[in-house]
DNA sequence: TCGCCTTTGAAGCGT
DNA sequence: ACGCTTCAAAGGCGA
């Protein structure tokens, strides 16, 4: 979307531009039906953002200025109202007064604020901090309940161990818990729910009231401001200088002024000048704050791979959950811009000269700039992953050579599989022709396109990406949609329960999560294969002796034989099998019995619009022609005709898909003693890889399976906007066990993946 | 020591 | 208007 933002306009008018019309709109994107009831409940939500932001103007407009964060303050204590516009954290310390942790962190004053919060259980004597500005009472004195209280049954899946909770914790919208942003800070207050939940958390103690804030906080510049040499940690130090990510801009900008009077002088203060970083993003905030959950069970480390699960995760959140943070997002460029009058992201920009050059190093050497530059509208399927994005391909040279023409994502390999289907990611500029789907459905996904792309590429691009992508997709939340098929430990899931040992070996074998739909592969040894993913394999819901049935599942791997490049290239296009509309082939079996009856459920992801998913309820016997060829599928899917268009329009699988298939179809009947599973081609559209996880028992798996049906649907229904959203955990729950994952795809996994 | 990786989103610049 | 690029956080890893 348009970036209304300006950055040196006043305040107000922009501000309540992107986040929240970026966010709804995508909603409105997705669905098709603008008018569905999901979106009438959105449209009634943005509206009271609008409504929020426009009560903020007034209050602007009433009260001079005497700060940004005065005035902040004030308004937001009137306008939150809205339960994700307000941070609707409920601090569990349930101190009553605190810095929501996340600000607490960025304040960094340890002294203060221990994570055990007993410091803070006392404010801190008024003169330990003197707020530069005045506070408004009246936001001190309010408490705000938590918007979403999810009380910790809420979660709390009872048929669920403890460990098992664990894994639960992960789907947990952190956003909704007090420790989710205590999480990435040990240094969390009490959070004060007095304050406006909202308040630029990341925003200097001086900014914030009084309450916590002290003398050399006040003193401090903004957090953002860093030495401009290193990459420095505002979390980390707790320098006063640099204690907070937003330094009062009368710190940097005042004394850079006055320090310059000459050129030279101009240069050195440019250098000694404080680095005003940018505010960051919602995403940017979100992984702040689940980073530490995320790495505490996971037991990873490196960045890249937490950032990938996060970025899943970041998919499989709610919309609302997503807004609050676009929200703070909003806030913090706000208040930023506000600091920061001056400050332009260029400022930053000069400085990252280096990077730039380096790539335009490469580009320049090697032309290879653009995927489309290079292979043109009509080989997409030859492009990188980033560049179906639209984004950078920065890598895409050193991915052909080591993959000899595998593309970094590997998901571009559609000389393994499918010609065409691939990727309609980019549609925007072509429509594919080929059997994928209909002209129609391509524009639908175009429609989509971003939303899908990003919810693809947070989902499933990133398996095939690289190594470390793989690896840390096998961790990533995402694949927590695995769980929907009892069979198939999700790889997160597993990692979390792993050793490091068992981590490293999880990594090493990519496991492929196609969508929700499921797809699993993994082994613990072995490398999973694409080309099991590639197959179709029954989605098996809700029956948990399946598992028992999948030993074998380690053998997927093996058997395909395909190599490591190829895994991943599959693995990638299988990512996208989720995504859009596609049956989900749930196979049902009687335990014991080894008799399994498939069910055909549509499985919605994004669109559900389209489809009633009371009838995806509805077993069906035959196979469906309907069929999405999986190979090639982008994450993005949306986007791919074949996630909408092949449900409704039936296309020929390509031969290459058809052998896949089969084969990995044939190997999924060896494995479930499926008997139905027949017709490959078929089954094409819907891959679900059977995850067999030989960490786990049948028991967890199928606890496993519960939980992520359960966050699934309530992704789903986020996603849906159904007015049903806050019903679906127990119904989730009810059904979890039981079978369909449909709903459950159509969740997050729908979105991200799906089934 | 520095840059890369990896994610999403925001913003600026160029076409 | 669209596309491309950079930067924001984070910490391990490699050069």
Redesign the pocket.
């Known amino acids: 979307m348009?970036?209304t933002?300006?950055?040196h306009g006043s305040s107000g008018d922009d501000l309540c531009s992107?986040?929240e019309v970026?966010i709804f709109k995508d909603e409105g994107d997705r669905e098709d039906d603008k008018i569905s009831s999901e979106n009438l409940l959105v449209e009634e939500k943005s509206s009271l953002i609008d409504l929020t932001e426009s009560e903020e103007k007034s209050q602007k407009v009433a009260r001079p200025d005497h700060s940004p964060v005065f005035n902040k303050l004030d308004t937001h204590t009137t306008s939150f109202n809205m339960g994700y516009l307000v941070s609707p954290y409920s601090y569990a310390n349930g101190a009553a007064n605190g810095l929501p942790v996340t600000m607490a962190n960025k304040i960094g004053l340890p002294p203060f604020f221990c994570h055990n919060a007993d410091p803070l259980a006392t404010p801190p004597p008024a003169h330990c901090g003197i707020p530069p500005y005045q506070l408004d009472p009246k936001a001190i004195g309010l408490t705000r309940p938590a918007l979403y209280p999810f009380a910790a049954g809420q979660y709390a899946y009872p048929m669920l161990g403890s460990e098992m909770s664990q894994v639960a914790s992960w789907h947990t919208p952190s956003v909704y818990s007090a420790s989710s942003f205590r999480t990435p800070y040990p240094s969390s207050l009490p959070i004060n729910t007095t304050l406006p939940s909202d308040f630029p958390f990341r925003f200097s103690p001086s900014l914030l009231p009084s309450v916590h804030a002290t003398s050399h906080h006040v003193l401090n510049s903004h957090s953002?401001i860093?030495a401009s040499?290193?990459?420095q940690?505002?979390?980390?130090h707790q320098d006063s200088t640099t204690n907070n990510?937003y330094p009062r801009n009368l710190d940097t900008k005042n004394t850079s002024s006055n320090q310059s009077n000459d050129s030279s002088k101009d240069i050195s203060n440019d250098k000694k000048k404080p680095?005003i970083?940018?505010p960051?993003?919602?995403?940017?905030l979100y992984?702040?704050e689940m980073?530490a959950k995320v790495v505490a069970e996971c037991t990873l480390?490196?960045?890249?791979a937490i950032?990938?699960i996060?970025?899943r995760r970041?998919?499989a959140l709610g919309r609302e959950e997503?807004a609050k943070y676009?929200e703070l997002?909003r806030r913090e460029?706000q208040l930023h811009m506000q600091m920061y009058p001056d400050w332009?992201?260029?400022t930053?920009?000069s400085?990252?000269?280096?990077?730039?050059r380096?790539?335009?190093t490469n580009?320049g050497g090697n032309n290879m700039?653009?995927c489309?530059a290079r292979f043109g509208l009509d080989q997409q399927n030859q492009w990188c992953k980033p560049?179906r994005r639209?984004?950078?391909?920065?890598?895409y040279m050193?991915a052909m050579n080591g993959n000899g023409g595998i593309l970094e994502d590997g998901s571009g390999m559609d000389d393994h599989g499918s010609d065409d289907d691939d990727d309609d990611e980019d549609d925007?500029?072509v429509k594919l022709n080929g059997s994928c789907g209909s002209v129609d459905a391509d524009e639908t996904a175009n429609k989509i396109d971003d939303d899908a792309e990003?919810l693809d590429?947070?989902s499933m691009?990133?398996f095939a990406?690289?190594p470390?992508?793989t690896t840390t997709s096998l961790a990533s939340p995402l694949n927590m949609i695995n769980f929907i098929n009892p069979t198939t430990p999700n790889p997160a899931a597993l990692l979390i329960n792993c050793s490091a040992t068992e981590q490293q070996q999880q990594q090493r074998s990519t496991s492929v999560s196609t969508t929700s739909t499921s797809v699993s592969a993994s082994s613990g040894s072995g490398g999973t294969t694409p080309s099991t993913s590639s197959t179709v394999s029954p989605v098996t819901t809700g029956m948990p002796g399946i598992n028992s049935s999948i030993p074998g599942a380690n053998c997927i791997p093996g058997a395909s034989g395909t190599s490591s490049s190829q895994t991943m290239l599959l693995g990638n296009r299988f990512s996208h099998l989720g995504m859009g509309l596609s049956p989900v082939f749930t196979t049902t079996s009687t335990a014991g019995t080894g008799l399994t009856t498939n069910k055909l459920e549509p499985f919605f992801g994004n669109n559900i619009s389209l489809n009633n998913l009371n009838n995806s309820q509805i077993p069906i016997p035959v196979m469906p022609n309907i069929i999405r060829n999986p190979i090639g599928a982008n994450p993005r899917d949306i986007n791919n005709p074949l996630s909408i268009n092949q449900l409704t329009n039936h296309h020929q699988p390509s031969s290459l898909l058809k052998s896949s298939f089969s084969q990995h179809l044939h190997q999924q009947q060896q494995l479930l003693n499926v008997t139905h599973m027949t017709t490959t081609s078929a089954v094409n559209n819907k891959n679900k890889v059977v995850v067999a996880s030989s960490n786990r028992n049948d028991a967890t798996t199928t606890a496993m399976m519960s939980i992520s049906s359960h966050h699934a649907e309530k992704t789903s229904a986020a996603e849906c906007h159904s007015n049903h959203e806050k019903n679906t955990d127990h119904h989730q729950q009810s059904n979890a066990s039981g079978k369909t994952p449909s709903s459950a795809g159509a969740t997050e996994t729908g979105a991200i993946s799906v089934s």
């Not at 639209?390 to 890598?395: A, H, T, Y």
Request: overall charge positive.
């Open positions: 348009p970036h933002h300006t950055r992107t986040d970026k953002a860093v040499s290193s990459k940690d505002c979390g980390s990510r680095h970083k940018k960051l993003n919602a995403f940017m992984m702040k980073r480390k490196e960045s890249a950032n990938q996060l970025g970041w998919h997503q676009y997002a460029r332009s992201s260029r930053n920009a400085r990252g000269k280096k990077r730039k380096k790539q335009d580009e700039k653009k489309r560049c639209k984004k950078k391909c920065i890598r050193e925007d500029d990003s590429h947070g691009s990133s990406q690289s470390s992508t």
